[in-house]
């Protein structure tokens, strides 16, 4: 499968915005998906995950109550709504995408195994 991650741009503080991740390919449904992001010099941190069948979703701690993932199969397209945005949620924001069956760590990178190229959300304060 391949990635495309969009939706990123400058917001500012306490501002919301949405995050898309379109993928190709028939099999979308068959992914195990997930959002990370990363800033300068640190490594890259998990943000949410979705399952397959969209009855369960994941998220950090520093996110939960304010970000909600979601995907539409029939679209092929993952979602990150981002609400009362902080500035330290400034990051480039990757989308990802697993294969794994079974129980899976979502927070783990090597979980993943096809990632989309980024796009960088800037939160001003």
């Known amino acids: 499968v391949q990635l495309q991650a969009f939706g990123g741009g400058l917001v500012q503080a306490g501002g919301s915005l949405r995050l898309s991740c379109a993928a190709s390919g028939r099999t979308f449904s068959s992914y195990f998906m997930g959002w990370f992001r990363q800033t300068p010099g640190k490594e890259r941190e998990f943000v949410a995950a979705i399952r397959r069948s969209v009855d369960s979703a994941y998220y950090a701690d520093s996110v939960k109550g304010r970000f909600t993932i979601s995907r539409d199969n029939a679209k092929n397209t993952m979602y990150l709504q981002m609400n009362s945005l902080k500035d330290e949620d400034t990051a480039v924001y990757f989308c990802?995408?697993?294969?794994?069956?079974?129980?899976?760590?979502?927070?783990?990178?090597?979980?993943?195994?096809?990632w989309g190229q980024g796009t960088l959300v800037t939160v001003s304060s």
């Open positions: 990802a995408a697993s294969r794994v069956v079974g129980v899976v760590d979502p927070a783990e990178r090597s979980t993943y195994d096809a």
